[in-house]
């Protein structure tokens, strides 16, 4: 965990645009390309079934980020950054099981449409 938060944790930092919720684009291209370097630390969480541990250390990181998501009330926060964070670690255990074949544009633009809800057909 010590590891995980200290030197493999994708934090965004303050100048960073990706730390804005009006910048995700940049936030999601960050995260994909941090998937992409950090793939073998990421391939031992998810052979040892302890990707859980990398979902730890973002959710905790995402929350201490003072500029990340900070233009919503602390109540919603909370969920959204569970949110994000849940869904960064199911990416990041997929891209593993799916042989890290994918490339940073290819992620990037699959979390951009996840989580601006493009899948999801509005029917009236």
Do not use: W
Request: charge should be negative; hydrophobic fraction near 40%.
């Amino acid at each position: 965990m010590y590891e995980l938060s200290h030197n493999c944790c994708f934090l965004p930092e303050e100048n960073d645009t990706s730390c804005h919720s009006a910048m995700f684009r940049s936030f999601c291209e960050g995260y994909s390309r941090y998937i992409v370097e950090k793939k073998h630390i990421i391939s031992l969480l998810v052979r040892n079934d302890m990707i859980h541990f990398l979902y730890d250390v973002q959710y905790k990181s995402l929350m201490d980020c003072e500029y990340f998501i900070s233009d919503v009330s602390d109540d919603s926060r909370i969920f959204i950054v569970d949110f994000i964070a849940s869904g960064m670690n199911s990416i990041a255990k997929n891209y593993i099981l799916t042989g890290a074949k994918a490339d940073v544009s290819f992620l990037e633009k699959l979390m951009f449409s996840l989580y601006g809800g493009l899948y999801f057909k509005n029917y009236s």
